[in-house]
């Protein structure tokens, strides 16, 4: 993927993605899951793959493919308190940077950043690091989640836990 130059002509676009984005790890760090919900569209889909080096994720194996049911699904486990791997709930502090537009156009925003995650569980605490694209669709005046894909830094290692990741 080639990275794009700064392009100033595009702080608006750019500021509106940044805000959208830092509200949605605002949710996740609240627990606020049903609000995240809402985030996305219809036919979103949330992409945690293990291949680092492929964009067909839909014929690879990955951590995460949710289409909307998906995400449904995973939620309600996470708030329903019966999956083991969800309780105690995972704390967290997301952080996000080095935010940038990859490409836009009148329907929708490409962003890409970084993400890091610092969790807390069990007297644990542990740094998660991601690169991360978001595929924005404009919706009236806001946007929604049209794919977010969450490249983890270490995506082709096993993995202890994910509960974290709604």
Known sequence: MTLSPFDPSRLDELGLARAFIDHEADLLDRL????????????????????????DYA???NHIYDDASMREQRVGRLLSGHAPSATPIMRTVRTV?????????????????????????????????????????????????AEKRVLLINSDEPLAEMSFLP
């Open 97 to 145: 940077g080095r935010v940038r537009m990859l490409d836009s156009d009148t329907k929708t925003l490409v962003v890409a950043s970084s993400l890091f995650i610092i969790s807390f569980k069990r007297q644990v605490q542990t740094l998660i690091a991601a690169d991360v694209t978001h595929r924005l669709r404009r919706d009236g005046d806001g946007l929604k989640i």
């Open 59 to 61: 014929n690879r194996l």
């Open 32 to 55: 606020a899951y049903e609000e995240w919900l809402q985030l996305w569209d219809a036919s979103g889909r949330y992409i945690l793959p293990i291949d680092r080096d492929t964009d």
